[in-house]
């Protein structure tokens, strides 16, 4: 099993940029495919960001190509998310997940994520 920790989440203006973190432990951090997703208010969970076990690979839905980027450093078990160009309409709940897997994500798998944190929230204002 791991266990994960978002931080980093808060205030920013339209325009700007923020840098979510996800600390994971308790396992074979390596093993672990890593995505990031978020969900608004009356919305549906989406998908922002996927990054393979290396780090080598990553997928992005096409409402943020562009402006977020998923990295991860083993050595220090954590995975991010870059989030730039923020808009209002990025205005969610942020959770990061992990599953058992070494392969890679792109359209056709996109993950089955089993661990899941607890979420911080962003918030840009227009």
């Known amino acids: 099993q791991v266990h994960l920790v978002e931080s980093g989440g808060g205030l920013v203006q339209a325009g700007g940029s923020l840098r979510l973190s996800c600390a994971a432990s308790?396992?074979?951090?390596?093993?672990?495919?890593m995505g990031w997703f978020r969900q608004a208010p009356g919305k549906e969970r989406e998908l922002v960001g996927a990054?393979?076990?290396?780090?080598?690979?990553?997928y992005y839905p096409d409402s943020v190509k562009g402006r977020f980027t998923v990295s991860r450093d083993n050595a220090k078990n954590t995975v991010y998310l870059q989030m730039n160009s923020l808009k209002p309409e990025d205005t969610a709940v942020y959770y990061c997940?992990?599953?058992?897997?070494?392969?890679?994500?792109?359209?056709?798998?996109?993950?089955?994520?089993?661990?899941w944190g607890q979420g911080t929230q962003v918030t840009v204002s227009s």
């Open positions: 997940a992990a599953e058992w897997y070494t392969g890679v994500y792109h359209e056709s798998y996109t993950g089955e994520f089993e661990y």
């Open positions: 308790g396992s074979t951090f390596s093993s672990y495919g």
């Open positions: 990054v393979s076990w290396s780090g080598g690979s990553t």
